[in-house]
T-cell receptor, first 115, second 115 residues
Framework: DTEVTQTPKHLVMGMTNKKSLKCEQH?????MYWYKQKAKKPPELMFV???????INESVPSRFSPECPNSSLLNLHLHALQPEDSALYLC??????????????FGDGTRLSIL | GDSVTQMEGPVTLSEEAFLTINCTYT??????LFWYVQYPGEGLQLLLK?????DKGSNKGFEATYRKETTSFHLEKGSVQVSDSAVYFC??????????????FGTGTRLQVFP
């Protein structure tokens, strides 16, 4: 069983809808990540939060809006998405960056389909 | 920039065969190296890691040795099972680059094991 929980597992939405993806971890990790993964491709980093502050934004379009309400939760708010945004969205977490390099722990993802 | 190169897939094997998936890397510093596995419909799971030269990571019968002289981190297993069928990603990160927590992924190698 994964220690990073993502909801929902599947989401179908129209291009005018607003929805949110949720991610939760209770491992005491202070870094959390959003990735986008297209079929047969490796994950692509979107955002990194460190100590609840956004530290990396990989030039992601503004129709994706991340939020970190507390150290255990990470949201990704979606609005006016395009069909090419259909993908598997993965959340990950890791211990504090300053400890040195720690592996990232991934959730099972939300499979998003844009109609 | 840093990069990871993996062998093209799919790799197709019979049960109990020996597995090797090649991975080589390019990095300016002293990266940490990882193998992640992704089973169908799931997120990524950390399989094993190595943080310095000559370290051997091992888990569930899989092994990989950090070879600085050949910049390689090949994944091996002595006897594969049908349940090992998945996509395997080699990845690196630079623990001394405090500006980013990026995992650099290879393109992934699909393994198919038949009875």
């Amino acid at each position: 069983d994964t220690e990073v929980t993502q909801t929902p597992k599947h989401l179908v939405m129209g291009m005018t809808n607003k929805k949110s993806l949720k991610c939760e971890q209770h491992m005491g990790h202070r870094a959390m990540y959003w990735y986008k993964q297209k079929a047969k491709k490796p994950p692509e980093l979107m955002f990194v939060y460190s100590y609840e502050k956004l530290s990396i934004n990989e030039s992601v379009p503004s129709r994706f809006s991340p939020e970190c309400p507390n150290s255990s939760l990470l949201n990704l708010h979606l609005h006016a998405l395009q069909p090419e945004d259909s993908a598997l969205y993965l959340c990950a977490s890791s211990q504090e960056r300053e400890i040195g390099n720690q592996p990232q722990h991934f959730g099972d993802g939300t499979r998003l389909s844009i109609l | 920039g840093d990069s990871v190169t993996q062998m093209e897939g799919p790799v197709t094997l019979s049960e109990e065969a020996f597995l090797t998936i090649n991975c080589t890397y390019t990095a300016t510093g002293y990266p940490s190296l990882f193998w992640y596995v992704q089973y169908p419909g799931e997120g990524l799971q950390l399989l094993l890691k190595a943080t310095k030269a000559d370290d051997k990571g091992s888990n569930k019968g899989f092994e990989a040795t950090y070879r600085k002289e050949t910049t390689s981190f090949h994944l091996e297993k002595g006897s594969v099972q049908v349940s090992d069928s998945a996509v395997y990603f080699c990845a690196l990160s630079d623990p001394w680059d405090y500006n980013t927590d990026k995992l650099i992924f290879g393109t992934g190698t699909r393994l198919q094991v038949f009875p």
